[in-house]
């Protein structure tokens, strides 16, 4: 628990670039969600984590009436900014464990690359309780799949044994098909029906510089001493320009998991 209240802390310290770096969501989420739960014109939304707003947007784009609770001050004012025009959304700078809830359900709480941050006693059974009966509980989780520039993703493994003493020996990123779809923490509430899922994978061509400013939000990288992350990134930076002509490409998996409340 202490360290996931002090790794959620570090995506607040540089909104900016996590705005500008951070992979945005994919279409078919959002098209997943209109079909399985509902989102659009008055759906009542409660948004976990919702950073800069990244996912919020296309949420109120497509009408939804949403209350998004963010812990970084920094992302809660980026996310107001990026939701100006949609009077329909309210950001409010707070954690989800301690907000309270309002005495109004909502239709769908929904948390996209937040939820693992929450405290896991609170955050199944506080989204039930947030819901109407028959609402939905809709995370999207993203993972670092093979494909892209499968080359490069193992020849940098190096550079991250030689700088972060953490790294397990011949890691490799899984295919996509490798990856378990998990509902057990849902399933153990007794609160949810059956889950269900979809995925969606895409790949991202980045620059040396655009993909060492995505790694720099990440909180395991910001986590590293500030000299180690340095080296760290000197380390990928080469590698990619020496070898890889300063360009890699990156694939990545987005899952969403959607399950309704009971009704009784």
């Known amino acids: 628990m202490a360290d996931r209240r002090t790794l959620r802390t570090t995506f607040t310290q540089d909104a900016a670039r996590y705005d500008r770096a951070r992979p945005h969501y994919p279409p078919g989420i959002f098209n997943d969600l209109a079909a399985l739960a509902g989102i659009g014109p008055g759906c009542r939304v409660l948004e976990i984590g919702c950073g800069t707003g990244q996912a919020t947007v296309p949420l109120a784009a497509r009408g ?104 397990p020996k011949g890691l490799r990123l899984p295919a996509a098909y490798e990856v378990p779809r998990d509902s057990a923490e849902v399933d153990r509430s007794g609160l949810f029906g059956t889950a269900m899922f979809r995925r969606h994978e895409l790949d991202l061509s980045y620059t040396t510089s655009e993909y060492l400013d995505v790694l720099s939000t990440y909180s ?25 002509r300063g360009r890699i490409t990156k694939r990545y998996m987005f899952e969403l998991r959607l399950a309704y409340r009971k009704r009784a």
């Open 64 to 167: 939804c009436e949403i209350v998004a609770v963010e812990l970084g001050a920094e992302m809660a004012e980026a996310a107001r900014h990026n939701l100006k025009r949609f009077p329909s959304a309210e950001v409010v700078h707070a954690t989800f464990e301690e907000w309270p809830l309002p005495a109004e359900p909502f239709d769908v709480v929904f948390a996209a690359t937040a939820f693992t941050w929450v405290d896991p006693e609170v955050r199944v059974p506080k989204a039930a309780a947030a819901l109407r009966p028959g609402g939905a509980l809709a995370t999207v989780e993203t993972h670092h799949v093979a494909g892209g520039t499968e080359a490069f993703f193992a020849e940098v493994q190096d550079c991250y044994e030689r700088y972060d003493a953490e790294t």
């Open 220 to 244: 395991g990288h910001r986590a590293l001493p500030a000299e180690t992350r340095t080296e760290l990134l000197d380390c990928i930076g080469r590698l990619i320009d020496d070898r890889f």
